[in-house]
């Protein structure tokens, strides 16, 4: 089967990229069960280790064995790509992988949002994280399990607090406030002071102020731990901006999801439908697998309570490419992301035909159709993806002894905070921090509150 998999993944290159798809190399590789699920668990071939890696495991295991999970392929963006297929996926399954792949390839190295973190990761993330992970082996060598293992409890507590405006690689702020320039003095000033008796003592020089710090409200709280953490050992400040820099090859991916995962089921689609080398039987078994994975519908025609972003991705990009053509639609993946995909081109003729609504739970657990506006099925989609997925935090001040002050910004943010989760996230911090550290948020009647650890 690998020879003939060999053999139709390179007319299917030929043929994607005859009908204008555009990409770095792609590395194919062929992989156990085992292995496979480690990957997807992880995120990369070879990444730290730590627990919370294993309870994904154990979880995708479950759903697996009940039917809820199947994993056909793991991609990586780079310069090459990276692409894992499962050695149990038919024929057909990996003939349609490899045209998805080819989807993602293109979006990847075209997307704005992508270009820019490949840009400062260099495209070869891959085997940045295997040098994060021989790293973090050696902190472990060196001072123990226990304690790299606490520093990672905090890093990954704190993964997605990041500035993802900001640039990969940071200077720290400036030490001292900038002198302002002497203030130039009139004609008529300087006749003034030339006077008698108008001649002032020269002023005694205070030297350079420092800076505060922050000097503004700073969100990317792993950066600035990783900097200014008044008692952090350098292999600990180490692991705090591993984890960013792989937080920051992640956050494309989180937040271009729909359109990625439509463009790449868009192609697959029709690479599959094009290929008329492809024999029948082997058409027919892919366009099976292509129903599975852009199917709309939770098990038994029940209405999903969450959206597969294959479906709806699939149903945004054919309704671009039938209603504006394929340039129109190649603009779009190179210029936005999901908040602009979703606000731009979902409209309301697709949102009825894809069965689109805001539900509420009730007390009693009932489930209620809440509203099928527009704008309020658009925004339900996006808020999960706000700030990473995580709550609108920042470093507001520094104290004088130490402690640090952080404040929720819930006015942008608009989603109050789990107390309990924020609590433990504090501890974390406080752990590395290693001084008091207090959260300022407002509860659920819009009162200000205090946290602390």
């Avoid at 994904?56 to 990586?76: C, D, N, P």
Wanted: hydrophobic share 45%; net charge negative; proline share 6%.
């Amino acid at each position: 089967m690998v020879n003939e998999l060999e053999q139709h993944a390179s007319r299917i290159e030929a043929l994607a990229r005859s009908l204008g798809l555009d990409y770095y190399p792609v590395d194919f590789e062929v992989a156990p069960q085992g292995l496979m699920t480690e990957i997807a668990v992880y995120g990369l071939p070879v990444r730290m280790p730590h627990w919370s890696f294993g309870v994904r495991y154990i979880h995708q295991l479950v759903r697996q064995s009940m039917g809820h999970s199947k994993i056909f392929e793991v991609m990586f963006p780079g310069d090459p790509c990276r692409a894992f297929l499962m050695d149990t996926n038919s024929l057909a399954e990996n003939s349609l992988v490899i045209a998805h792949v080819l989807g993602h390839a293109d979006f990847s190295k075209h997307n704005q949002l992508f270009a820019r973190f490949h840009a400062m990761q260099g495209g070869n993330i891959v085997e940045q994280a295997a040098a994060h992970a021989h790293r973090i082996q050696l902190a472990i060598e060196k001072v123990g399990l226990e304690r790299v293992e606490g520093v990672l409890d905090a890093a990954l507590a704190l993964e997605s607090h990041i500035d993802v405006d900001g640039e990969l690689r940071r200077s720290r702020y400036a030490e001292f406030v900038p002198e302002k320039p002497a203030r130039e003095h009139s004609d008529f000033q300087k006749r003034f002071q030339s006077l008698p008796g108008e001649s002032r003592p020269e002023a005694l020089p205070i030297g350079p102020l420092r800076a505060r710090v922050p000097p503004h409200p700073e969100y990317d709280l792993l950066w600035f731990i990783a900097n200014y953490a008044p008692e952090l050992e350098q292999w600990e400040r180490d692991i705090f901006l591993m984890v960013r820099a792989e937080s920051l090859y992640f956050y494309p991916v989180f937040a271009c999801q729909i359109m990625n995962e439509g463009w790449a089921s868009y192609w697959h689609a029709r690479l599959m439908r094009e290929a008329d080398f492809l024999p029948q039987s082997l058409y027919l078994s892919a366009l099976q697998a292509h129903s599975d994975v852009v199917r709309p519908f939770a098990s038994g025609e029940q209405a999903a309570l969450a959206v597969n972003p294959y479906h709806l991705g699939f149903t945004i990009w054919e309704d671009i490419v039938e209603k504006h053509g394929l340039d129109r639609a190649f603009e779009v993946r190179r210029d936005e992301d999901d908040f602009g995909f979703i606000r731009n081109w979902l409209d309301r003729e697709l949102a009825e035909k894809s069965g689109l609504f805001v539900y509420e739970t009730h007390p009693d657990d009932e489930i209620r159709v809440a509203s099928r506006d527009l704008d309020a099925v658009r925004e339900a989609i996006l808020a999960p993806k706000y700030n990473f997925g995580a709550p609108r935090v920042a470093v507001a001040e520094m104290l004088n002894d130490g402690g640090l002050i952080l404040t929720h910004d819930t006015a942008s943010d608009g989603r109050g905070l789990d107390a309990r989760r924020a609590k433990k996230v504090l501890e974390y911090v406080r752990r590395v921090w290693r001084r008091p550290v207090r959260l300022q948020t407002v509860n659920d009647r819009a009162e200000p509150v205090e946290l602390a650890a």
